[in-house]
């Protein structure tokens, strides 16, 4: 009896370190976005408030802006990356492809480099072919970096539509390009769908490429934040954080609806 | 969110295509057609990583009278030699615990026989999952501060006098970001795998009264290793790519070198000196995809 009181309170005693560890940075930071007044040596804010909430969401803020800029820049670059990933995606999960390995290889080499190297050189090029500072530029480096999780996601969702339904559509009349656009596309929609989602969150996400292919003009939502952390500013700071935060929250319990962690067992 | 996708490696059985047609001629109209439909993004892949790739190696070895020498990399070692020591060991340390925790959260999560306690830890470790490097950066930068919420917590604990304490901002506070958010992409990954594993053995080994740390060790992590490795080396890879997370948490001296390169480049446009540091970055990632190429080998050879 004694004993098994004492497991049970010390599985609620990790688990709950465990949540702390989990949560307490996350806290804290939400602690930072409602305070007003905060100060050493005080625990705990000494003032609450909305009032940095209305800086940063007032029409003319820097904030809403950049937050602007970050969106445009994400469904822009899930537009160009689903425009290469589709095509890619669909012949190398459903066509013969000569040298397949090497270009399975070439396109997931931006996952496998330390980028920041990549980037400044990145940077240097646009440079002189003036794309430093433009949204265009910005777009071009999120879509290789999305492009890689884009065209292995399509390439996957290509691969599971049975052949057999392309076969009857065939048999039936259709001709190939009618069978892709009306029977394997939609099939592999959620597939698709998942990739976008995942490209959008990693553009809107991009930190690195941004700070150095964007600067000076295009100020997205990170490097909103960060510039705001590194002045000081932590309200401000831990607001942008938190609208930063919300998507990765939800796509993360979304999550499971597209990829069980049976389905990720097979990977690798 | 770099790299905290799951493995770039497609799932096994997929490329029907090759095997449905296997008599017919390599490069027929067909196949050139294919390689037509994924010649975009090989083109923007060669154009934007490959190049600035091939630029960054050619930088790295010209000096600043353009003559080809290692000039640069004598420079960087004298100027930076600790700071690439410091980067590797971060690194590795990291690597380290993030492989700790994974195991346990993944056996637990396999092994554990209280169903309560199993679902609220399967709910508990993802959150940090697609959290940004720069919102997990800003979170621990308060967190970890002087007053952040984590000495307060130990002042509030009784455990020590919060007045006599330091922050963490330092490279404590870059390899917890670093495993905070890191180490639930790898459990997933382990988890995944475990809960596919055929069940018997585990099953016969309990009977037979082994303890649950030596079932993980012993039976569970040697089937799923492969997994294992791929996860451990995609968020080591991560993690030395990572230029918020250092300039956020540890501005100071010692560095990781991402900031070393930005702040070279920023501050001197001197690009020999960054992209010798780049190629210093590429050599250990290399080292990392060494060790997962040889783990495929070795299965491969099995």
């Known amino acids: ?268 | 969110m770099s790299g905290s996708a799951p493995s770039p490696t497609l799932p096994r059985g997929h490329g029907g295509g090759r095997s449905a047609a296997p008599a017919a001629s390599r490069w027929g109209p067909a196949s050139a057609s294919a390689f037509l439909l994924v010649a975009p993004a090989v083109a923007t892949v060669l154009a934007l990583f490959v190049y600035p790739v091939c630029t960054s190696l050619v930088s790295a070895f010209t000096s600043r009278q353009g003559q080809l020498g290692f000039d640069n990399f004598a420079k960087t070692f004298a100027l930076y030699g600790g700071d690439i020591i410091f980067t590797l060991l971060i690194v590795l340390v990291s690597t380290a615990l993030i492989a700790v925790l994974a195991a346990a959260i993944g056996g637990y999560l396999v092994l554990g026989r209280h169903p309560g306690a199993v679902a609220a830890l399967k709910w508990l470790y993802r959150w940090p999952l697609f959290v940004p490097f720069i919102v997990a950066a800003q979170c621990m930068r308060s967190f970890l501060a002087k007053n952040g919420m984590f000495n307060n917590t130990l002042d509030a604990l009784g455990l020590v006098d919060v007045g006599t304490l330091g922050g963490l901002l330092d490279w404590r506070g870059v390899i917890v970001t670093f495993v905070w958010k890191e180490t639930p992409f790898v459990a997933l990954l382990v988890a995944g795998a475990m809960a596919a594993l055929d069940r018997s053995g585990i099953e016969a080994a309990r009977n037979l009264g082994a303890s649950g740390m030596r079932i993980l060790c012993e039976i569970i992590v040697p089937q799923i290793a492969g997994v294992f490795t791929v996860g451990l080396v995609l968020a080591f890879v991560t993690m030395l790519s990572v230029l918020s997370v250092p300039l956020m948490i540890s501005g100071g001296s010692p560095t990781m070198i991402t900031v070393d390169m930005a702040f070279r480049v920023n501050s001197y446009s001197d690009y020999g000196v960054a992209n010798a540091l780049g190629v210093v970055s590429y050599l250990i990632a290399a080292a990392a995809g060494w060790a997962y190429i040889r783990r495929n080998l070795a299965e491969a050879a099995a």
């Open chain 1, 1 to 268: 009896m004694i004993a098994r009181w004492f497991g049970r309170l010390t599985r609620g005693a990790m688990l709950g370190f465990f949540a702390y560890l989990i949560f307490a940075p996350i806290a804290n930071l939400a602690l930072w976005a409602v305070a007003i007044q905060w100060y050493f040596p005080h625990k705990l804010p000494l003032t609450y408030g909305f009032r940095y909430w209305y800086d940063v969401f007032k029409p003319t803020s820097d904030a809403v802006a950049s937050l602007g800029t970050s969106l445009v820049i994400a469904v822009i670059t899930v537009a160009v990356c689903l425009l290469m990933a589709v095509p890619a995606g669909y012949a190398l999960g459903k066509r013969r492809l000569p040298w397949r390995g090497p270009i399975l290889l070439i396109l997931l080499l931006p996952q496998a480099f330390p980028s920041v190297a990549v980037y400044l050189n990145v940077a240097r090029l646009f440079y002189i072919v003036g794309l430093n500072g433009t949204i265009a530029g910005v777009v071009l480096v999120h879509a290789v970096h999305g492009l890689v999780i884009a065209v292995w996601i399509a390439a996957a969702a290509f691969a599971a539509v049975d052949p057999e339904l392309e076969l009857a559509a065939r048999n039936m009349g259709a001709s190939a390009a009618r069978t892709v656009f009306t029977v394997t596309l939609p099939l592999a929609a959620p597939g698709l769908i998942a990739a976008s989602i995942f490209v959008f969150l990693e553009s809107l996400d991009e930190f690195t490429g941004t700070y150095f292919v964007g600067v000076p003009d295009v100020t997205t939502l990170p490097l909103m934040m960060f510039n705001a952390s590194l002045n000081g500013n932590y309200q401000i700071a831990a607001i942008t954080a938190l609208i930063l935060l919300v998507p990765s929250i939800l796509f993360m319990l979304l999550i499971e609806r597209f990829l069980s962690t049976e389905t990720l067992a097979k990977i690798g």
